[in-house]
């Protein structure tokens, strides 16, 4: 086969690989809340109000986030509705195109079978296999992000002037969805690690490139009209985007989620299996070859490339562990630069049987810790005894349990790759089933019964919480009670008050008669007939929610 069929025909069987991987059985579960809730409703009132500039969550102005995913997914409501599987397809694709470019990066520096590796083991890896299936931004940016480094590196390598325009295009585009996914950070973060690149080069050609004339004006193009429009309608938008979300955000602990210095260390460990157990050795070979870029300006270009992962992967890592404010979904940037390292490791034709043997040991020792560590936290959680959960983490970890005993046996470096593949995508599968379980927040299942009651003319209302699922179930906005939470910016920039009520406006609303369905949390239930002065009938209820009627049940 030509170079150009292999290519075709690699393309081909990682997007059938990653797009099964991604999509299998992704609407067998409720969308998640808040995050999946929140975003699906923002796309949906954007194609109810046909406004794609402001987005509103339930009917507030809500400035935390860019577009670019909110318009994604209004495009998929468009066409197929609005259904579990469907949401979740922007992420899937994301992440399919994230497949793709480590697998093409790899390719190009490094040979075929590291970019098969790449492509494959990042498809696999826990944290992206995850996020590749829920509606959130991250997998978004980080992709954008990760396109936009490889294709600026493949720039930087390439001689035909003709491509490498092709290529540079591609780094400012990339970096302009980025930057209209989740903010500054799409630029701000590629166009440092470039110049860190360019200081340990000792060369200042990526800088020249990363400030081409012509790339700056597409990036612009790109990344400026939606600022600019959603500056002229909003004249608060400013102030709240650029400075509380982006500065604020990262200087301060404003938004509750400072964590410690460490706290992605067990995340990446965790988040990168199977194939955590591999990171060292390619960590290893990939600082060798990086060094000697270093020492050497006419070194090759494959050196250069895996110099540029180190800075990446070191830059990136530190610069969110120096952060603030932290989740689990910000480390998934670094999972590119490391698929590609740890392609180029496990595509060597063989390790010292020393090593395979160790590496064979450590899977086996992280595999019998989760297995021991799943009931632990099961019963942590008290979903022990949950009896339609048994089935699922008693077949988990068993599963675990043999195939970490299967481990110790192995001394081929042949055998060991694929049972390591073979290993993770059961985990990943076994775990695609729990996670229902394992999510329970969701209070899709009164849904039916508020529909019923909306027919009698019942009105719903959601007491000191807003639960994010219901106005995409529901398909319309609803009345909340003494909550702000996220959405006190827009409250406070336009009147509310008809929707988003005080508990005195609502104490008024309800003594005006009418039959009410209040959906609170199990706690809140006290305070709330205290305040209403009566008892409420319960209509259904979760583990910690409860849907509540002041009439007759429907």
């Not at 632990?376 to 089935?391: R, T, V």
């Not at 699922?469 to 319309?476: A, I, K, M, N, R």
């Not at 906005?477 to 609502?506: C, H, P, R, Y």
Request: glycine residues 8%; proline residues 5%; positive net charge.
């Amino acid at each position: 086969m030509t170079k150009r069929q292999t290519l075709f025909l690699d393309l081909l069987l990682l997007t059938l690989f990653a797009g099964f991987v991604f999509t299998f059985m992704a609407g067998g579960r409720p969308l998640s809340a808040p995050d999946e809730g929140r975003y699906t409703e923002i796309a949906r009132e954007m194609l109810a109000t046909h406004d794609f500039v402001t987005p509103r969550l339930n009917g507030v102005k809500y400035f935390e986030k860019p577009p670019f995913v909110y318009w994604m997914t209004a495009l998929t409501q468009k066409v197929f509705g609005i259904q579990e599987w469907a949401m979740r397809l922007v992420p899937a694709l994301m992440a399919l195109l994230g497949v793709l470019g480590v697998y093409a990066f790899g390719r190009r520096f490094f040979g075929r079978a590291a970019g098969l590796w790449a492509g494959t083991l990042l498809a696999t890896s826990t944290l992206y296999f995850a996020l590749a299936r829920l509606l959130i931004l991250d997998m978004a940016v980080c992709t954008w992000m990760a396109l936009a480094l490889l294709s600026f590196s493949a720039a930087y390598a390439e001689e035909a002037p003709r491509r490498r325009r092709v290529l540079l295009a591609g780094f400012f585009a990339s970096m302009a969805l980025a930057v209209l996914t989740k903010g500054l950070i799409g630029a701000v973060l590629p166009g440092c690690v470039i110049l860190v690149w360019a200081a340990c080069l000792r060369n200042l050609r990526p800088v020249r490139l990363a400030f081409t004339p012509c790339g700056i004006a597409l990036f612009f193009l790109i990344a400026a009209p939606w600022h600019i429009l959603a500056s002229l309608k909003n004249p608060e938008f400013a102030q709240f985007y650029f400075i509380h979300e982006h500065f604020e955000r990262y200087l301060t602990t404003v938004h509750g989620r400072f964590q410690p210095l460490w706290f992605f260390v067990p995340v990446l460990l965790v988040g990168f299996l199977p194939w955590t157990p591999f990171v060292v050795g390619a960590l290893k070979d990939a600082w060798q070859r990086a060094k000697n870029a270093f020492r050497n300006k006419d070194a090759l270009v494959g050196d250069a490339a895996l110099m540029l992962l180190m800075i990446w992967s070191v830059f990136m890592f530190g610069f969110f562990s120096a952060s603030k404010s932290k989740l689990i979904p910000y480390i998934l940037c670094i999972f590119h630069p490391l698929a590609v390292m740890t392609g180029v490791f496990l595509a060597r034709d063989s390790v010292p049987s020393v090593e395979t043997r160790r590496i064979g040991r450590t899977v086996a020792g992280v595999l019998w810790v989760l297995a021991v560590a799943v009931p632990i936290a099961l019963f942590a959680q008290d979903m022990l005894g949950e009896g339609a959960f048994a089935p699922v983490w008693l077949a988990l970890v068993a599963f675990l349990g043999l195939m970490g005993a299967l481990f110790l046996t192995t001394t081929s470096w042949q055998r060991l790759r694929i049972q390591t593949l073979v290993t993770g995508l059961g985990f990943l599968f076994l775990l695609n089933a729990a996670w229902p379980h394992l999510d329970t927040r969701s209070v899709k299942s009164f849904v039916p019964l508020i529909e019923a009651g909306r027919k009698d003319g019942a009105r719903l209302v959601a007491f000191e919480r807003y639960y994010q699922d219901l106005p995409p179930y529901l398909g319309q906005t609803i009345t909340v009670v003494n909550w702000q939470g996220e959405l006190a910016f827009g409250m406070g920039v336009e009147d509310t008050g008809a929707w988003m009520m005080s508990k005195e406006d609502f104490l008024k609303v309800y003594r005006d008669g009418g039959v009410f369905y209040i959906i609170t949390s199990v706690d809140f239930v006290a305070r709330l007939e205290a305040l209403l002065g009566e008892k409420l009938q319960e209509v259904a209820r979760t583990k910690k929610e409860i849907l509540l009627t002041s009439g007759p049940r429907p």
